[in-house]
């Protein structure tokens, strides 16, 4: 039986984290609201009621203010050593992975996309049902060549 997502992305988590130089942090997506001013109130029939409430976006965020549709459940970056015209010079690499259970998971449309647009800019992403497939795409990783 497979396990269950969340305790999978913690493996995944810990297991890519592990490799040098890489950070990484968990992005929870959505929208909330927030209180604006004053104390929330819950009635009678278990709703809160939030004083000047206001909606704020979870994780990453457009100028809009809403989310980011289909962003990875684990974001940050690999700290790599650029050759040869940086030689000795480091930059981070920015890195995407959606964390899928073992067996059985879907990878949405708009899932894919974001891991797509992370790649065609430079970056590391991709998705991973186990640490090993995570390790991988940050390990294999290779900069696409300038056009």
């Given at each position: ?24 942090f ?24 939030l ?34 015209d ?6 981070a ?16 449309a ?12 430079g ?25």
């Open positions: 039986m497979s396990r269950p997502e969340s305790t999978n992305q913690r493996s995944i988590w810990l297991a890519a984290a592990a490799l040098a130089g890489v950070v990484l968990r992005c929870n997506s959505g929208k909330a609201w927030l209180s604006g001013g004053g104390k929330p109130a819950r009635m009678q029939d278990g709703t809160v009621l004083p000047g409430g206001r909606p704020i976006a979870l994780g990453l965020a457009l100028a809009s203010g809403d989310p980011v549709v289909g962003q990875s459940d684990l974001i940050g970056w690999h700290s790599v050593v650029v050759t040869p940086m030689v000795g010079c480091r930059v690499v920015f890195v995407g992975l959606e964390c899928k259970r073992e067996t059985g998971g879907r990878t949405s708009d899932q894919q996309h974001f891991v797509t647009q992370i790649t065609n800019a970056g590391i992403a991709g998705v991973a049902n186990t640490p090993a497939v995570a390790q991988a795409l940050i390990r294999d990783w290779r900069p696409p060549k300038a056009t």
